[in-house]
């Protein structure tokens, strides 16, 4: 089974949250947007260790946006869930809360109203009752039974690691070493138990032990009385056969240490690690079918790379059985697991099955919305492109509020300074420039629409036998626009544009789109424009052969006669990249290109 | 974990009593589809509870669960109480009810939307009043006439129920009068935002036969069927079986004996039980050995029978006896012989015998009357359990409040029944009415402080009623339309024992024993005396014309000869045959020949 929908009405940060999911869910979003409001929001309906006095909200757990809580205003946070037919355990649970109208999608849900008996506006918190039902009838009431076996676990953002894995009683060990004692021969303890009695005496049978240890128990006695004497005595552990397994620790570095002593990240990996045992262990005792495993902010002191791996291992492994399919012959069979994030980390990001992306971002008259790769309906090849696509550096943009999309490092290391020229931080505005490296800007802007982040793109002319290539380009990318933003007549916005006599008028109806075409390239644009002196100059930190050294004084000593072609080459020589690195310090004051100019314009008057 | 673990212990014990019965012990280790073809005072209904208790245990894992399929509901009753005994709690993984219920609750309820049985939003069932005014309207459109509606409800019935598919290009050609009139009167139904009795079984049939997704989730909630009484349950439950249990994968346990089919006029043919015990994917055990009746009645009743069987009782039975009883004069008089001469020889006989182990039963309600008079005269107290009871036996809450009763009477210091069974099952009753934990709650403080107040046998039956019905029942069942027709039973019940009634001097006690069942004679049809047994059974009227009756068609006197076969294995150690001299049914004539040419 999979949560294919999530619907929150009227809760904190939400007012109408209604956002298709693909089964695992990393929700990414700014602080404060409600993404742990969310968490809550799945808690309410899957989480058993939520006490019903915590099911309970009340007022202040109304969306702010409210102007009055009147007898029918309803917190309500909904569920979908699909592909429930496969596990007949899942099915047997799940099946009577089918829709009316869809036999293969399962609904959930956690309703907060006022008492029906209420005759007035409901003004305190016990004038509130929650139901919690499936399908669309009411009567179909859902409780303990059904998370009991589709359990939501939470490990919360400011989890204490370290301190679970050392108290026996919070240790996520503990399930699991009780349980692998219950086929123990209860001789066979009784024979270590004395083994370590034994150890015990032994060990306390030096005189200086001995008398440490009288010492103790004389000063308590002394400090006490006899009424309270506990009577202390020095020890490795209890000997108690039936308490062995208590007696058991997690250790590190071959022995060497105890779990205590790991790094804050080991402690957060060892704890994932039992945590994911148990649950393993739980549905395969048949205790749970199916389980949510919510992690806040799994990132918590992981190195980057670990993070990559470990979520990587988590998303491909666990979750979807060793070879991707459902575990066939060879590799681990896949636990019935859902894995819900949330995060801040770009790595994690770029690990995640792109169809569990969910962008969380706040609007000032309607709440919270939700924006998801599902939603998007992406075929499989689009799918495909996009994960390959999205490396760390470019995992980046799904946590960005803008995003300029340039073809290369140039324009990446650029635009920042241009904008800084134009009085403009992006960082500021949560703009970020990414590169496509090169002039694929489709499965970006796809993602980008699906997630409702507003960009531009910056792209060069680039002609060829008299038409220019970023004619064809930007077409595509109107197309894909148009039709996220729901238009219904993609056609004609396309032919608008393809009537347009000039390629002038074409690219001012394309603009339209954010989508910025120079007239040339980048370089030769600037070299055109204000900054002919300063690329020069860039170009002269560059030891280059005595033949370019000569071209490059030539054109150092009348830049207005330049071979476009012959510039560029050098400019390659250099690198393109560090070319442009170099020539952004000498960038300041000068007049920024204008199609730049209204791309980060357009961007920032959309952030 | 604990309790777990003596819950098993508990059908392990059980079941060592099944070991020395071969064919029981069979059963009980069968793995896949078993039909169990089960004779009179086989041990069925112990086979079944215990092989029920081990596949709970055993075969099937939460969340998953068992649907168990009784002929009515104190056969579920009688069920969910042997398997508590073994350790198993009522609700959760189990589901024990009729045909009709299961179809409601399980498929109807659930699913009538999804699965697109085109229903009206929040059906309701319809109770006697608005099914007889559906009746009505169709018949003013569709027939017409000055003849009362009501005489056409068995022959509409039997043609909704022969019709599982009314795909069939049959059911417009048969009889296009009928189906028009059948449609007409569903159509008044919806209409009114109903469904009928009839509809259960025959809607749910549709919507599983439509839809496969909701096969499948049948199969994971109830991977095994368990059927009891298979031969009396009729088309709607054999097709729902082929289709759940020989393709969806559901496992079929199935416990009936086609001698016992008595009930072909709701479309029940021991044809269905037949066919499936004689499939080759199917284990098909017969348990020969007849617990329950004397040797010599079991011998006798497959004279009744006509057929061998080859039934048996075990070898350290007792022998029973079969006696004749030709009478003079009619049934008043035969009535009197009954209670002033042949009770009293019984109790003479049989001097420690209780009267509730003594059961007068005939093939007509009619007959009842002249043996209760009879009765009443001489100052025996009966229970009947027939069509002019003072109350029908098969209703829930009457029966609940039988148990209310013995609670108030004594049962609040045995323990017998417990308080919290009653306060259940009293939630279960209302459960349109008690939602949630704070109502059941506010039902359980009512109930108990409403009965705590009454502890009294003395008390008059009509006080003690009509303050329950007042503190407990009347806000309830106004939610609770299921009960309709069962608070309409108690109306006319208080009525009848209230001031301007028939019935005098009704004390509590009586009441309550009613519910225990001790020391009065039963009165009951052949027809309610199903699945039940006692010391002495009299076959009161066994005459022709009554059984079987006149112009009885071959099928006709086929049923006959088994309902008098049903009525003579009642019996454990005497069976009385009373009859007119010069009109005995032919049963009778046969029994009498062969056990004369012995």
Same mark, same amino acid.
């Given at each position: 089974?999979?949560?294919?929908?999530?619907?929150?009405?009227?809760?904190?940060?939400?007012?109408?949250?209604?956002?298709?999911?693909?089964?695992?869910?990393?929700?990414?979003?700014?602080?404060?947007?409600?993404?742990?409001?969310?968490?809550?929001?799945?808690?309410?309906?899957?989480?058993?260790?939520?006490?019903?006095?915590?099911?309970?909200?009340?007022?202040?757990?109304?969306?702010?946006?409210?102007?009055?809580?009147?007898?029918?205003?309803?917190?309500?946070?909904?569920?979908?869930?699909?592909?429930?037919?496969?596990?007949?355990?899942?099915?047997?649970?799940?099946?009577?809360?089918?829709?009316?109208?869809?036999?293969?999608?399962?609904?959930?849900?956690?309703?907060?109203?006022? #008492?029906? =008996?209420?005759?007035?506006?409901?003004?305190?918190?016990?004038?509130?009752?929650?139901?919690?039902?499936?399908?669309?009838?009411?009567?179909?009431?859902?409780?303990?039974?059904?998370?009991?076996?589709?359990?939501?676990?939470?490990?919360?953002?400011?989890?204490?690691?370290?301190?679970?894995?050392?108290?026996?009683?919070?240790?996520?060990?503990?399930?699991?070493?009780?349980?692998?004692?219950?086929?123990?021969?209860?001789?066979?303890?009784?024979?270590i138990s004395e083994k370590i009695a034994e150890a015990t005496a032994a060990a306390i049978d030096f005189d200086e032990v001995k008398a440490l240890e009288a010492s103790i128990a004389?000063?308590f006695?002394?400090?006490?009385?006899?009424? #309270?004497?506990v009577h202390p005595s020095l020890g490795f552990s209890a000997t108690d056969a039936t308490r062995i397994?208590r007696q058991i620790r997690?250790?590190?570095?071959?022995?060497?240490?105890?779990?205590?002593?790991?790094?804050?990240?080991?402690?957060?990996?060892?704890?994932?690690?039992?945590?994911?045992?148990?649950?393993?262990?739980?549905?395969?005792?048949?205790?749970?079918? #199916?389980?949510?495993?919510?992690?806040?902010? !799994?990132?918590?002191?992981?190195?980057?790379?670990? #993070?990559?791996?470990?979520?990587?291992?988590?998303?491909?492994?666990?979750?979807?059985?060793?070879?991707?399919?459902?575990?066939?012959?060879?590799?681990?069979?896949?636990?019935?697991? =859902?894995?819900?994030?949330?995060?801040?980390?770009?790595?994690?990001?770029?690990?995640?099955?792109?169809?569990?992306?969910?962008?969380?971002?706040?609007?000032?008259?309607?709440?919270?919305?939700?924006?998801?790769?599902?939603?998007?309906?992406?075929?499989?090849?689009?799918?495909?492109?996009?994960?390959?696509?999205?490396?760390?550096?470019?995992?980046?943009?799904?946590?960005?509020?803008?995003?300029?999309?340039?073809?290369?490092?140039?324009?990446?290391?650029?635009?920042?300074?241009?904008?800084?020229?134009?009085?403009? =931080?992006?960082?500021?505005?949560?703009?970020?420039?990414?590169?496509?490296?090169?002039?694929?800007?489709? !499965?970006?802007?796809?993602?980008?629409?699906?997630?409702?982040?507003?960009?531009?793109?910056?792209?060069?002319?680039?002609?060829?036998?008299?038409? !220019?290539?970023?004619?064809?380009?930007?077409?595509?990318?109107?197309?894909?626009?148009?039709?996220? =933003?729901?238009?219904?007549?993609?056609?004609?916005?396309?032919?608008?544009?393809?009537?347009?006599?000039?390629?002038?008028?074409?690219?001012?109806?394309?603009?339209?789109?954010?989508?910025?075409?120079?007239?040339?390239?980048?370089?030769?644009?600037?070299?055109?424009?204000?900054?002919?002196?300063?690329?020069?100059?860039?170009?002269?930190?560059?030891?280059?052969?005595?033949?370019?050294?000569?071209?490059?004084?030539?054109?150092?000593?009348?830049?207005?006669?330049?071979?476009?072609?012959?510039?560029?080459?050098?400019?390659?020589?250099?690198?393109?990249?560090?070319?442009?690195?170099?020539?952004?310090?000498?960038?300041?004051?000068?007049?920024?290109?204008?199609?730049?100019?209204?791309?980060?314009?357009?961007?920032?008057?959309?952030? | 974990?604990?309790?777990?673990?003596?819950?098993?212990?508990?059908?392990?014990?059980?079941?060592?009593?099944?070991?020395?019965?071969?064919?029981?012990?069979?059963?009980?280790?069968?793995?896949?589809?078993?039909?169990?073809? @089960?004779?009179?005072?086989?041990?069925?209904?112990?086979?079944?509870?215990?092989?029920?208790?081990?596949?709970?245990?055993?075969?099937?894992?939460?969340?998953?669960?068992?649907?168990?399929?009784?002929?009515?509901?104190?056969?579920?009753?009688?069920?969910?109480?042997?398997?508590?005994?073994?350790?198993?709690?009522?609700?959760?993984?189990?589901?024990?009810?009729?045909?009709?219920?299961?179809?409601?609750?399980?498929?109807?309820?659930?699913?009538?939307?999804?699965?697109?049985?085109?229903?009206?939003?929040?059906?309701?069932?319809?109770?006697?009043?608005?099914?007889?005014?559906?009746?009505?309207?169709?018949?003013?459109?569709?027939?017409?006439?000055?003849?009362?509606?009501?005489?056409?409800?068995?022959?509409?019935?039997?043609?909704?129920?022969?019709?599982?598919?009314?795909?069939?290009?049959?059911?417009?050609?048969?009889?296009?009068?009928?189906?028009?009139?059948?449609?007409?009167?569903?159509?008044?139904?919806?209409?009114?935002?109903?469904?009928?009795?009839?509809?259960?079984?025959?809607?749910?049939?549709?919507?599983?036969?439509?839809?496969?997704?909701?096969?499948?989730?049948?199969?994971?909630?109830?991977?095994?069927?368990?059927?009891?009484?298979?031969?009396?349950?009729?088309?709607?439950?054999?097709?729902?079986?082929?289709?759940?249990?020989?393709?969806?994968?559901?496992?079929?346990?199935?416990?009936?004996?086609?001698?016992?089919?008595?009930?072909?006029?709701?479309?029940?043919?021991?044809?269905?039980?037949?066919?499936?015990?004689?499939?080759?994917?199917?284990?098909?055990?017969?348990?020969?050995?007849?617990?329950?009746?004397?040797?010599?009645?079991?011998?006798?009743?497959?004279?009744?029978?006509?057929?061998?069987?080859?039934?048996?009782?075990?070898?350290?039975?007792?022998?029973?006896?079969?006696?004749?009883?030709?009478?003079?004069?009619?049934?008043?008089?035969?009535?009197?012989?009954?209670?002033?001469?042949?009770?009293?020889?019984?109790?003479?006989?049989?001097?420690?015998?209780?009267?509730?182990?003594?059961?007068?039963?005939?093939?007509?309600?009619?007959?009842?009357?002249?043996?209760?008079?009879?009765?009443?005269?001489?100052?025996?107290?009966?229970?009947?359990?027939?069509?002019?009871?003072?109350?029908?036996?098969?209703?829930?809450?009457?029966?609940?409040?039988?148990?209310?009763?013995?609670?108030?009477?004594?049962?609040?210091?045995?323990?017998?029944?417990?308080?919290?069974?009653?306060?259940?099952?009293?939630?279960?009753?209302?459960?349109?009415?008690?939602?949630?934990?704070?109502?059941?709650?506010?039902?359980?403080?009512?109930?108990?402080?409403?009965?705590?107040?009454?502890?009294?046998?003395?008390?008059?039956?009509?006080?003690?009623?009509?303050?329950?019905?007042?503190?407990?029942?009347?806000?309830?069942?106004?939610?609770?339309?299921?009960?309709?027709?069962?608070?309409?039973?108690?109306?006319?019940?208080?009525?009848?024992?209230?001031? @301007?009634?028939?019935?005098?001097?009704?004390?509590?006690?009586?009441?309550?024993?009613?519910?225990?069942?001790?020391?009065?004679?039963?009165?009951?049809?052949?027809?309610?005396?199903?699945?039940?047994?006692?010391?002495?059974?009299?076959?009161?009227?066994?005459?022709?014309?009554?059984?079987?009756?006149?112009?009885?068609?071959?099928?006709?006197?086929?049923?006959?000869?088994?309902?008098?076969?049903?009525?003579?294995?009642?019996?454990?150690?005497?069976?009385?045959?009373?009859?007119?001299?010069?009109?005995?049914?032919?049963?009778?004539?046969?029994?009498?020949?062969?056990?004369?040419?012995?």
């Amino acid at each position: 089974m999979y949560l294919s929908r999530i619907r929150i009405e009227n809760f904190r940060n939400f007012r109408d949250l209604d956002v298709a999911l693909g089964g695992n869910i990393v929700i990414v979003g700014e602080n404060r947007v409600g993404k742990s409001n969310l968490l809550f929001g799945l808690r309410l309906i899957f989480d058993p260790a939520l006490s019903d006095s915590s099911r309970q909200l009340g007022l202040a757990d109304f969306w702010d946006g409210l102007e009055e809580i009147t007898a029918e205003t309803a917190i309500t946070v909904s569920v979908e869930i699909k592909d429930f037919e496969e596990d007949l355990d899942v099915l047997a649970v799940l099946t009577d809360y089918r829709l009316d109208d869809d036999p293969d999608t399962v609904r959930l849900t956690y309703q907060l109203r006022a #008492q029906p =008996s209420l005759d007035h506006a409901p003004a305190n918190d016990d004038d509130f009752s929650f139901v919690c039902f499936g399908g669309e009838d009411e009567a179909k009431r859902f409780g303990h039974d059904l998370r009991r076996r589709i359990t939501l676990d939470l490990l919360p953002a400011l989890r204490d690691a370290e301190g679970d894995l050392a108290a026996w009683r919070r240790s996520p060990l503990r399930p699991l070493v009780e349980d692998a004692f219950v086929g123990i021969d209860k001789e066979a303890l009784k024979g270590i138990s004395e083994k370590i009695a034994e150890a015990t005496a032994a060990a306390i049978d030096f005189d200086e032990v001995k008398a440490l240890e009288a010492s103790i128990a004389e000063l308590f006695l002394a400090m006490a009385g006899s009424k #309270q004497d506990v009577h202390p005595s020095l020890g490795f552990s209890a000997t108690d056969a039936t308490r062995i397994n208590r007696q058991i620790r997690l250790l590190i570095d071959e022995g060497r240490r105890g779990v205590a002593d790991a790094s804050l990240g080991s402690a957060n990996l060892i704890f994932l690690t039992l945590k994911l045992l148990d649950l393993q262990r739980l549905i395969a005792a048949n205790k749970r079918d #199916q389980s949510l495993l919510a992690i806040e902010e !799994p990132e918590a002191h992981l190195h980057p790379h670990l #993070q990559r791996l470990v979520y990587k291992h988590l998303f491909e492994a666990i979750v979807d059985g060793e070879d991707g399919a459902n575990g066939d012959v060879g590799g681990a069979a896949a636990v019935p697991l =859902s894995v819900i994030l949330t995060t801040h980390s770009p790595h994690i990001a770029s690990v995640a099955p792109l169809e569990s992306l969910l962008l969380l971002r706040s609007h000032s008259n309607e709440g919270t919305k939700g924006y998801s790769v599902a939603e998007a309906d992406f075929t499989k090849a689009d799918t495909e492109d996009l994960e390959r696509y999205l490396d760390v550096t470019r995992a980046d943009m799904v946590f960005a509020r803008g995003v300029i999309l340039v073809e290369g490092d140039a324009e990446r290391f650029l635009i920042p300074a241009f904008a800084e020229d134009m009085g403009i =931080s992006l960082d500021e505005h949560g703009v970020s420039v990414c590169s496509v490296a090169g002039t694929n800007f489709q !499965p970006y802007a796809k993602l980008l629409c699906a997630l409702g982040i507003p960009f531009s793109v910056i792209t060069d002319y680039d002609e060829v036998d008299e038409t !220019p290539r970023a004619y064809n380009r930007a077409l595509k990318l109107v197309r894909i626009i148009d039709e996220a =933003s729901g238009g219904d007549d993609t056609d004609a916005v396309i032919k608008t544009i393809t009537k347009k006599k000039t390629w002038g008028e074409t690219f001012a109806e394309i603009q339209k789109f954010g989508i910025f075409v120079n007239w040339s390239t980048l370089e030769t644009e600037l070299f055109e424009g204000d900054y002919a002196q300063e690329m020069i100059n860039t170009l002269h930190e560059h030891n280059f052969s005595a033949k370019r050294k000569a071209t490059l004084n030539a054109l150092a000593a009348n830049p207005t006669d330049f071979d476009a072609d012959e510039l560029l080459k050098m400019i390659e020589q250099m690198g393109k990249g560090r070319f442009a690195q170099r020539l952004a310090t000498r960038a300041t004051g000068k007049l920024v290109p204008k199609y730049i100019e209204e791309a980060i314009n357009h961007v920032i008057g959309l952030v | 974990m604990s309790s777990a673990s003596s819950d098993h212990s508990l059908y392990l014990r059980a079941a060592e009593d099944l070991r020395s019965n071969e064919r029981q012990w069979q059963a009980y280790q069968s793995t896949g589809h078993c039909v169990l073809l @089960a004779g009179p005072g086989s041990g069925k209904t112990k086979t079944l509870t215990i092989k029920l208790a081990r596949m709970l245990n055993e075969d099937v894992d939460e969340p998953r669960g068992i649907a168990c399929i009784t002929y009515n509901n104190e056969c579920a009753r009688e069920l969910e109480n042997r398997l508590e005994a073994l350790g198993i709690a009522p609700g959760g993984r189990v589901f024990i009810g009729t045909v009709h219920s299961f179809s409601l609750t399980q498929i109807l309820l659930p699913y009538a939307k999804v699965a697109g049985l085109g229903l009206p939003d929040s059906f309701t069932v319809a109770n006697r009043q608005q099914a007889r005014a559906a009746l009505a309207a169709a018949h003013a459109n569709v027939i017409g006439g000055p003849e009362n509606p009501q005489n056409w409800e068995m022959r509409l019935g039997r043609h909704r129920r022969r019709f599982l598919n009314r795909e069939l290009p049959e059911w417009q050609t048969l009889d296009p009068q009928l189906t028009a009139f059948v449609e007409a009167y569903e159509a008044e139904l919806r209409a009114a935002g109903l469904i009928d009795f009839d509809d259960m079984p025959l809607l749910a049939v549709r919507a599983l036969a439509e839809n496969r997704w909701l096969r499948t989730a049948m199969v994971a909630k109830y991977p095994i069927l368990a059927v009891d009484e298979y031969q009396d349950l009729g088309r709607a439950l054999h097709r729902m079986v082929m289709g759940l249990c020989f393709s969806a994968g559901m496992r079929l346990f199935a416990v009936g004996d086609v001698d016992q089919s008595i009930y072909g006029f709701t479309g029940a043919t021991p044809e269905l039980l037949r066919r499936l015990s004689e499939r080759d994917d199917v284990e098909t055990l017969r348990l020969g050995l007849n617990y329950r009746c004397g040797s010599r009645i079991v011998s006798a009743s497959e004279y009744v029978l006509g057929e061998e069987r080859g039934y048996e009782a075990p070898h350290d039975a007792h022998e029973g006896t079969v006696y004749f009883h030709p009478c003079t004069g009619g049934y008043a008089e035969q009535a009197r012989y009954l209670i002033e001469e042949l009770i009293p020889e019984i109790r003479e006989r049989r001097p420690d015998i209780n009267l509730g182990e003594i059961a007068a039963l005939y093939p007509a309600a009619f007959l009842g009357n002249e043996l209760a008079n009879a009765a009443a005269e001489h100052g025996y107290s009966v229970i009947r359990t027939d069509g002019n009871a003072l109350y029908p036996r098969g209703s829930k809450l009457m029966r609940w409040l039988e148990q209310c009763a013995m609670w108030c009477c004594g049962g609040w210091r045995s323990g017998a029944p417990r308080l919290s069974r009653v306060v259940s099952e009293g939630a279960r009753l209302f459960h349109e009415a008690i939602t949630d934990e704070d109502e059941r709650l506010a039902f359980q403080r009512d109930l108990t402080a409403a009965l705590w107040d009454r502890r009294d046998e003395t008390v008059d039956l009509h006080d003690w009623l009509t303050a329950l019905h007042d503190d407990i029942i009347r806000s309830r069942v106004s939610l609770t339309r299921s009960l309709d027709d069962e608070y309409v039973t108690l109306n006319n019940f208080l009525t009848r024992i209230g001031p @301007a009634g028939d019935v005098d001097d009704f004390p509590l006690a009586e009441f309550a024993g009613i519910g225990s069942g001790l020391d009065r004679i039963n009165l009951s049809t052949l027809h309610s005396a199903k699945g039940r047994e006692f010391d002495v059974v009299i076959l009161f009227g066994a005459e022709e014309g009554r059984l079987p009756r006149n112009y009885a068609t071959e099928n006709d006197l086929r049923e006959a000869r088994r309902l008098f076969y049903v009525g003579f294995t009642r019996a454990r150690h005497e069976i009385h045959l009373m009859y007119g001299q010069h009109n005995p049914s032919r049963f009778v004539t046969e029994v009498q020949d062969r056990l004369e040419g012995e």
